[in-house]
Each structure stands twice: as C-alpha cells, then as structure tokens.
Nanobody, 125 residues
C-alpha cells in the first residue's frame, strides 16, 4: 500500500522553528517529485514548496522564501521541510504529496498523485 506520512508538526512560538518530515512506505520517493502544501481554516490549500526527483530543482511560495528550506534524503525515503522564523500566518495543516509525472521539475499546484494525511503546525505565543 502506497502511503505518505507527515510528522514534526506542533505548537511553536513566533520566530521559532520546526522541521517537518514526509516519509514514504510502499514505494520509493526518488521516482517522485514532492510538494508541501498547507491549508489554514477557512482558506484554500496553497503550495508551499516542492523539490524535483533528484533534488536539483526547488520552488517556494513567496510567503516562505528565505524562511523555509526543502530537502530530500532518498536513501531514507524521506523529504524534509525546515521552517524557520515562523509566523502566526504559517499556522495550518501541512501536507506532503508525491508526483510521478513531474520529471525534472516540481510545481506548487496540484499535479500530484499521492497525498499524506497532514500534520498540524500552530504558531502562537
């Protein structure tokens, strides 16, 4: 069974950091581009960051550029999202997604085949 599992969310104060992980089971992540998305209450889901299959290309939403860093460790079948200088507006459920059709690139819109269940990130004092 193909499955993506996010972890690493939690409650953090403004200015703090969290590292999210996206682990795959049932398939190897190096065949897939990976995207991170988030959805806050009452808002549409938005693309946050993505990374191509081999990690050569990354994209970031303007709202997180300079604060978030995406990386992948294909040997561990895991993708990470390091989030620094967190703001209250980063509060959302964060999802990772895997896309097999994205070859040599990644995108911040829904072109992904598999999705995780999400992990809650809350930034509050």
């Amino acid at each position: 069974q193909l499955q993506l599992v996010e972890s690493g969310g939690g409650l953090v104060q403004p200015g703090g950091s969290l590292r999210l992980s996206c682990a795959a089971s049932g398939f190897t992540l190096d065949d897939y581009a990976i995207g991170w998305f988030r959805q806050a209450p009452g808002k549409e889901r938005e693309g946050v960051s993505c990374i191509s299959r081999r990690g050569g290309r990354t994209n970031y939403a303007d709202s997180v550029k300079g604060r978030f860093t995406i990386s992948r460790d294909n040997a561990k079948n895991t993708v990470y999202l390091q989030m620094n200088s967190l703001k209250p507006e980063d509060t959302a459920v964060y999802y990772c997604a895997a896309g097999r059709r994205l070859i040599g690139l990644c995108v911040l819109h829904d072109a992904y085949d598999y999705w995780g269940q999400g992990t809650q990130v809350t930034v509050s004092s």
